[in-house]
């Protein structure tokens, strides 16, 4: 719907129902009665996308116009086109769309690329996320839970620590604000769960210093991507200006951004939040991957990370079944909450991170911090 002078315009007839395919049909009020350009004569305005069911309707109807010289500031327009097939006795159906893009200059691209973009991400972020949790599903059905024994031994017996290069960002009172039901949920899964796992929470300012609240709690963040997994961290040498083609790259194609974290997921090993940003993250993920490929710098990804997603627990202990059922019922009541929170992301650090992102880990290592424009 628009009144710009820019669009061509349809009126419909509102008496006649469409005889099309039912599979198109839009309702009683689709069928076009003629149409007008650039004079607002309703409000249904033409994208400019137009599907003709045989080339020949379109081409007898554009001689037609040609023919009678119908130009509008000098020229021909396709819109013009369905008058004549209305007069040969042709129905012309209109489609409604939610929206619609032109693309002719820099402000119009510049505005689709911050609007429309981050809308089509989201949308495929949801087709990600369903397929997904139905996996999950699977797995915890075919196979139940497992736990990272070394998670709590570490803390009896210090073992060789876990590091990776990532790019992340840190929940503190400042960018993270929690909703009443992810205070409630965790709350019901530490009752469920005991202490004994690995717990994330945000930083906590305490005279001047990060605390956290118990032994096995680690800092909540969200990892953007882990550029030398776990696996090949101690195998590989970062050469001099690496961050600097990392922290370029960021600031040329993602933006600050917000995530709301809306969905929540029970895996065999942890329990994660799943959000949707404001921009498309996959595609400046996927901008940072050639990046560094087309510079010959190192890139170990342990998976491809297509998600939005936070971990809440690690499973550290073993789970009774009685305690995965209540779990699943937990998961379950909370699943219609709106939102668990929301995660301002104004600047990144890029530095070696830990299995348990532990407060004093991360101080061992001079994190650079990028800030997103």
């Known amino acids: 719907e628009s009144i710009d002078p820019r669009f061509s315009y349809a ?26 350009e650039s004079k607002p004569s309703s409000h249904v305005a ?27 500031l000098g020229r021909f327009y396709t819109a013009q086109t369905f008058n004549e097939m ?28 911050r609007l429309a973009l981050p809308a089509i991400a989201v949308g495929k972020l949801g087709s990600i996320y369903d397929e997904m949790m139905e996996r999950q599903g699977r797995n915890l059905a075919e196979k139940g839970v497992s736990h990272d024994k070394e998670l709590l031994e570490s803390e009896i017996e210090p073992l060789p620590e876990r590091r990776c ?16 039901a992810l205070s409630s949920f965790v709350k019901e899964v530490q009752g469920i769960l005991g202490q004994n796992h690995c717990y994330y929470e945000p930083l906590i300012e305490s005279d001047g210093r990060k605390t956290y609240a118990s032994v096995l709690s680690g800092v909540l963040h969200w ?11 101690d195998k590989v040498e970062i050469p001099e200006g690496y961050g600097d083609v990392v922290e370029g790259t960021l600031l040329r194609h ?14 065999p090993n942890n329990i994660i ?19 560094l490929n087309r510079c010959g710098l190192p890139l170990f990804e342990p998976f491809l990370n297509d998600i939005v997603h936070m971990t809440l627990v690690r499973f550290a202990t073993p789970i009774s079944g009685s305690a995965l059922a209540a779990l699943e019922k937990t998961v379950l009541d909370f699943e219609s909450s709106l ?25 061992q290592y001079q994190a650079r911090t990028m800030k997103l424009l």
Not at 339 to 363: C, I, N, R, Y
């Open 273 to 291: 939040l799943l959000g949707f940003p404001t921009a498309d993250v996959n595609s400046s993920r996927f901008r940072l991957r050639r990046s």
């Open 339 to 363: 939102s668990f929170g929301s995660l301002a992301v104004d600047e990144l650090k890029l530095s070696p991170a830990t299995w348990k992102m532990q407060a004093h880990e991360l101080q």
């Open 86 to 113: 209305v007069k040969d006795g042709l129905e012309v159906e209109a489609l409604h769309l939610q929206n619609s893009w032109s693309l002719r200059n820099v402000n119009e691209i510049q505005s689709y690329e």
């Open 11 to 36: 009126r419909l007839n509102t008496n006649m129902r469409s005889n099309m395919d039912p599979m198109s049909r839009q309702g009683p009020n689709s069928v076009i009665e003629v149409t007008m």
């Open 165 to 180: 290069l990532a790019i992340y960002s840190l929940c503190d009172r400042s960018n993270w604000k929690p909703t009443v």
């Open 223 to 233: 990892t953007y991507c882990q550029l030398v997994g776990f696996k090949y961290y």
């Open 46 to 72: 033409c994208s400019g996308l137009y599907y003709f069911k045989r080339a020949g309707y379109f081409m007898k109807a554009a001689k037609a116009v040609i023919a009678s010289n119908q130009r509008w």
């Open 254 to 267: 993602l933006p600050r951004i917000k995530i709301n974290f809306s969905r929540l997921v029970l895996t």
